[in-house]
């Protein structure tokens, strides 16, 4: 069973930056798209970026040009770089990955906190 670990989140002002790491527990070649989500207190998960099997990414209208998702696939992780943090960017960050041809994500962690003070 694949298991998926992140790590990198902690407490930064605004106008800061953070970089979150998640790991995959084996090796995985290239066979599943991932993605970066989260969720504030009260509010529901929402999506944040992704990076398919080929490297192209997609992302959320409030993160594009501030956040940057990447994969070193020899080391089983993908990375989320992001700058400019707002207070708004509060939240559990969670990664997951979806198998290719599949239609959800069947892959998640366990989450890190990201909290940006003001």
């Known amino acids: 069973q694949l298991q998926l670990v992140e790590s990198g989140g902690g407490l930064v002002q605004a106008g800061g930056s953070l970089r979150l790491s998640c790991t995959a527990s084996e090796r995985t070649f290239s066979s599943y798209d991932e993605g970066w989500f989260r969720q504030a207190p009260g509010k529901e998960r929402e999506f944040v970026a992704a990076i398919n099997w080929s490297g192209s990414t997609t992302y959320a209208d409030s993160v594009k040009g501030r956040f940057t998702v990447s994969k070193d696939n020899a080391k089983n992780t993908m990375y989320l770089h992001m700058n400019s943090l707002k207070p708004e960017d509060t939240a559990v960050y969670y990664c997951?990955?979806?198998?290719?041809?599949?239609?959800?994500?069947?892959?998640w962690g366990p989450g890190t906190q990201v909290t940006v003070s003001s």
């Open positions: 997951a990955w979806k198998p290719l041809g599949g239609t959800k994500y069947d892959y």
